[in-house]
């Protein structure tokens, strides 16, 4: 029971999933106003905004509030955040750009059923990033300051 009580008090990981939720939704929604409606939109990764910046800029802005933003808490989860959308932006966007282009080489395959394509949205552009770091900032902030009263 103590350890499920725990996890209940925790705002860096309630900010973390928060931040996720609210970015996947926008996702969603989003690609709903855009491209039509599909339930798919919000579960995966790539898009509009960074679901990835958005949790880990969460959980780093939690971490600052519970612990101070001079702390080794906090340092970690920033250099967490900052590997995390560097990953994002750098091998996973080319590893997308790279299934595109597989993709088109096996298109006659993919057509005929023989093959399924692979995952092309996969990393993000840095407009989708910067969307997600500011989600994760301000949800990390809401869930922590007001919710569970951190102020850094």
Do not use: C
Request: no cysteine; net charge positive.
């Amino acid at each position: 029971m103590g350890i499920a009580l725990d996890l209940l008090k925790n705002a860096a990981l309630w900010s973390a999933f928060a931040s996720w939720g609210a970015a996947q939704l926008l996702k969603g929604v989003l690609h709903g106003f855009l491209h039509g409606f599909s339930s798919k939109a919000f579960f995966t990764s790539g898009g509009m905004p960074s679901g990835h910046a958005a949790t880990f800029t969460g959980l780093a802005m939690a971490v600052g509030l519970m612990n101070g933003f001079g702390s080794a808490s906090f340092a970690l989860a920033l250099f967490l955040d900052i590997v995390v959308i560097y990953d994002a932006s750098g091998v996973r966007y080319v590893t997308g750009l790279q299934s595109a282009a597989l993709n088109r080489l096996r298109s006659r395959e993919i057509a005929e059923g023989k093959e399924k394509p692979l995952p092309e949205k996969m990393g993000h552009t840095p407009k989708e990033l910067v969307a997600g770091i500011f989600v994760g900032g301000v949800i990390g902030f809401l869930i922590s300051h007001f919710i569970f009263g951190y102020s850094g």
